[in-house]
Nanobody
Framework: VQLQASGGGLVQAGGSLRLSCATSGLNFGNYVMGWFRQAPGKEREFVLAINWSGTIYADSVKGRFTASRDNAKNTVYLQMNSLNPDDTAVYYC????????????????WGQGTQVTVSS
């Protein structure tokens, strides 16, 4: 199983980025796909998770971030709008077969992370 996150970069505050997470070796439709992030010196935190019925969000990104998934391409996307410097982190995608979608410990597979840097 492989998860490959991409799309990170440097963006100014107020800007947007779209991250992608391409998966292989996974029965993609059976997994909840989550995004987490980790800023320097901080613990990894939940961003959002998307399954077949909808998306759940961390309060810090609600109204700014959205997720979508293309089951035909086995890929999940994270659209990030109205970015601010507090969003600077390494962003990880992960796959969860069952369990609490907000809990990183319940995820079975992880991508390598992609850096997002938001300048003020």
């Amino acid at each position: 199983v492989q998860l490959q996150a991409s799309g990170g970069g440097l963006v100014q505050a107020g800007g947007s980025l779209r991250l992608s997470c391409a998966t292989s070796g996974l029965n993609f439709g059976n997994y909840v796909m989550g995004w987490f992030r980790q800023a320097p010196g901080k613990e990894r935190e939940f961003v959002l998770a998307i399954n077949w019925s909808g998306t759940i969000y961390a309060d810090s990104v609600k109204g700014r971030f959205t997720a979508s998934r293309d089951n035909a391409k086995n890929t999940v996307y994270l659209q990030m709008n109205s970015l601010n410097p507090d969003d600077t982190a390494v962003y990880y995608c992960a796959a969860n077969r069952r369990g609490n979608a907000r809990n990183s410990a319940d995820y079975n597979y992880w991508g390598q992370g992609t850096q997002v840097t938001v300048s003020s």
